[in-house]
């Protein structure tokens, strides 16, 4: 296992337009995590699935955001009617137990023009 | 809701130099982790040094340790005999262990580390 991935690396979009995300963590970690993070700042967590159920959504995760995670292994990170402030670095993590290391993806950097 | 404060922006140290980054954090939960994740620039995050708050011994890796100061709520990182690939973002983080918690990681804004030949 080479470690969580992420795809596409970097995307850049015209305003208004719809973008998704992928995000393959580690094989058998069942927690996966979607973070922001915008130039100058730490990472602002999004959202998180154990397993294929989404526990929890980050008030920063507006209605033209949704996640999923189906079968409990990828997770598509999707933003409708992209706006300029949506231009960021989006960050996926993973991790087994809850005690354990979150594992990164290199991120895929979002450009709104 | 929890807090992670660095107020260091940026820091530098010369190659072989000690230096050390300071982090505070606010939480009214007993059980807790904190770590300090390093970003090298257009590379993915990775952890440096993990510690449980249950733990009164700082924790050690190599050339990272840390001084944890639970009263304080104080968690900060010292880089010994620092080298050229030290150079990064540094990150505070906290991730609380109540039962209501998914185990997301709060994060600070970060420190820049230059380090100078």
């Known amino acids: 296992d080479t470690g969580v991935s992420q795809d596409p690396r970097h995307k850049i979009t015209k305003r208004g337009q719809n973008v998704t995300f992928r995000c393959d963590p580690i094989s058998e970690h069942n927690r996966l995590y979607w973070y922001r993070q915008t130039l100058g700042q730490g990472p602002e967590f999004l959202t998180y699935?154990?397993?294929?159920?989404?526990?929890?959504k980050s008030r920063l995760l507006s209605d033209r955001f949704s996640a999923e995670r189906p079968k409990g292994s990828f997770s598509t990170l999707e933003i409708q009617r992209t706006e300029q402030g949506d231009s960021a670095m989006y960050l996926c993590?993973?991790?087994?137990?809850?005690?354990?290391?979150?594992?990164f993806g290199q991120g895929t950097r979002l450009t709104v023009v | 809701a929890q807090t992670v404060t660095q107020s260091q922006p940026e820091m530098s140290v010369q190659e072989a130099e000690t230096v050390t980054l300071s982090c505070t954090y606010d939480?009214?939960?007993?059980?807790?982790?904190l770590f300090w994740y390093k970003q090298p620039p257009s590379r993915q995050m990775i952890l440096v040094i993990r510690q449980e708050a249950y733990k009164q011994q700082n924790a050690t890796e190599n050339r990272f340790s840390v001084n944890f100061q639970k009263a304080a709520k104080s968690f900060s990182l010292k880089i010994s005999d620092s080298q050229l690939g030290d150079a990064a973002m540094y990150f505070c983080?906290?991730?609380?262990?109540?039962?209501?918690?998914?185990?997301?990681?709060?994060f600070g804004t970060g420190t820049r580390l230059q380090v100078f030949p």
């Open positions: 993590a993973s991790s087994f137990w809850r005690q354990d290391e979150a594992f």
């Open positions: 939480t009214s939960e007993s059980d807790y982790y």
């Open positions: 699935f154990q397993n294929e159920a989404q526990l929890e």
């Open positions: 983080a906290y991730r609380g262990l109540g039962s209501y918690n998914t185990d997301k990681l709060i």
